[in-house]
């Protein structure tokens, strides 16, 4: 009821609680169904009965995403939650070189999959081959704006936005008073006016949809401060 807050924890006694509370990102099936995917594995927790049932402990699971099925990422390899046997199957994979996967996105009314990686973020499109689109590129999220533009955040090299068309743009660290203050680029988030809400290392940034200028809001000791 939004006034109310619980906290769900693990309690060794208890086999249907939460085996890790490291919790790393979260993500739902639109049905009931929340998914966890914590440090030691994923985690599944149904809102009806309260109960959680642990899905896979495995410590180098990277990312967590749901489409029509349940999606983990586990080094370059994406893997697909089979709830009929309770298994986990290869979906698919990106090249060895792309090091570890970091991030899903899935876009089923564009027929098209985004991977974010330690190198570089891939496209899968009509269930052919992923492609490289960005190379060199250590990524954090990919978000999608409401004029379908996807927003790519990356450790060091500050913002990718790709347009409908395939154009990439790359927006970095600016000493200017109204540019981006972090090349760590931590996720992002669109509000109700089309602002988008950029969390960085140094601070919460904010701007339109053109990107052309960033208010940026840090710690300090003002009461209105972060």
């Known amino acids: 009821d939004g006034r109310n807050i619980r906290i769900l924890r693990t309690n060794k006694q208890n086999s249907h609680s939460l085996f890790c509370n490291n919790i790393m990102r979260l993500t ?3 049905k009931g ?6 440090t030691d594995g994923v985690a599944e927790y149904d809102l009806r009965t309260e109960l959680f049932t642990t899905l896979l402990e495995e410590e180098h699971v990277r990312a967590i995403a749901y489409s029509d099925s349940l999606y983990v990422a586990r080094g370059n390899a994406i893997l697909r939650y089979e709830p009929a046997d309770s298994s986990w199957r290869e979906y698919l994979k990106v090249p060895e070189s792309a090091e570890n996967i970091n991030h899903m996105l899935f876009l089923p009314d564009r027929g098209e999959l985004w991977i974010g990686t330690d190198r570089g973020v891939y496209v899968r499109r009509d269930r052919n081959a992923p492609q490289l689109i960005i190379p060199d ?3 954090t999220q990919i978000y999608r704006s409401d004029d379908d533009r996807i927003w790519v955040g ?4 500050g913002i990718y936005i790709v347009s409908p068309d395939g154009t990439v743009r ?3 660290r600016s000493a200017s008073a109204d540019g981006l203050h972090s090349a760590f680029v931590r996720c992002f988030c669109q509000d109700d006016k089309g602002r988008m809400w950029i969390g960085t290392f140094d601070g919460l940034c904010v701007t339109d949809s053109a990107a052309r200028h960033f208010d940026t809001y840090v710690h300090g000791d003002d ?3 972060l």
């Open 170 to 172: 790359n927006i970095r």
């Open 223 to 225: 009461p209105s401060d």
């Open 137 to 139: 590129c250590k990524t």
């Open 28 to 30: 739902g099936d639109g």
């Open 33 to 38: 169904k929340i998914y966890i995917l914590c």
């Open 154 to 157: 990356s450790w060091e090299d």
